[in-house]
């Protein structure tokens, strides 16, 4: 007994005992699930019969198994067993004829009966006109027969195909998001520096924002709302190095001091943000993705 598959557990095989007869073994098993852990005992019996009196030891029985708690196997062993049989040799009965049956023995032999004829193992040839004809020309020769095979089959090409978009469809859609990550953000970092030079600081902070955030988006396949500093550090920490994350919280630190700070940026600090998510942008985009 004990946890585990008891199902698996081979019945132990006795020694050899040449003064008894030995009889098949049976066996039951109990297996509980309690607790989510699998459990049980099974239990084996064996009848042994002593074949003449006399004083025999009946040897001890091995079992091994594998302890996983000392992660090493075990074996242990019953004690022998000191036996005293008394009483008279038993002569063993005489095997059965051959061709003869247990049922024979007992009742007596059975006598001879007539079979009866159910029905006749032949079935002879209908030689009546029912009006059933064969085709003279085999199908396969028939045009319809391979219009609708080629119906089927482009029916089938059709099927496959847009299976096969459909399993692709997500794959494309992070790829051309990939692909054009780089352009997309060259994009609004021009709208961004329009902005600057017009000395709209806040629509600035604002465009700048949307270029760094949205490149990263489109990088790492998420949406634009999904992309702050821990998950970008979180995606891109295996892929730079400290000096270049730093330059990243540097340009979110300052995106985030334009766009919420009440104190306002002067010409100069939107250049060096415009300059610092530049930098940013043209580094990672020598990254290999993985």
Do not use: C
Request: proline letters at 6%.
């Amino acid at each position: 007994q004990g946890q585990g598959n008891i199902n698996t557990v081979q019945t132990p095989k006795l020694p050899k005992m040449d003064d008894f007869k030995v009889y098949d073994s049976s066996s039951s098993t109990n297996i509980s699930k309690e607790r989510l852990v699998v459990e049980g005992e099974k239990i084996t019996e064996t009848v042994i019969v002593p074949r003449k009196p006399g004083k025999y030891e009946i040897p001890p029985s091995v079992f091994t198994y594998f302890d996983p708690e000392s992660g090493s196997y075990r074996t242990v062993k019953s004690e022998a067993h000191l036996l005293e049989v008394s009483g008279t040799t038993q002569p063993e009965p005489a095997p059965a004829p051959s061709g003869s049956s247990s049922a024979g023995s007992v009742y007596g032999p059975q006598e001879k009966e007539e079979v009866d004829l159910v029905a006749s193992d032949i079935r002879f040839i209908k030689a009546i006109d029912d009006g059933r004809y064969v085709p003279k020309k085999e199908i396969y020769r028939e045009p319809l027969y391979w219009l609708l095979n080629g119906v089927l089959l482009l029916l089938t090409a059709a099927g496959l195909i847009l299976s096969a978009r459909r399993a692709a469809g997500p794959a494309n859609v992070k790829g051309s998001r990939l692909r054009r990550s780089h352009s997309a953000a060259r994009a609004k970092l021009k709208a961004a520096s329009n902005l600057m030079k017009d000395g709209k600081s806040d629509a600035f902070y604002a465009e700048l924002s949307r270029a760094v955030t949205g490149y990263f988006a489109d990088k790492f396949g998420l949406p634009m709302q999904g992309i702050t500093l821990e998950r970008v550090e979180e995606l891109a920490g295996e892929l730079i190095t400290a000096e270049q994350m730093n330059n990243i919280r540097r340009i979110f630190n300052e995106m985030s001091m334009g766009r919420f700070s009440r104190t306002q940026k002067s010409a100069e600090d939107m250049r060096e943000s415009y300059e610092m998510a530049d930098e940013v942008i043209t580094f990672f985009e020598k990254v290999k993705m993985k």
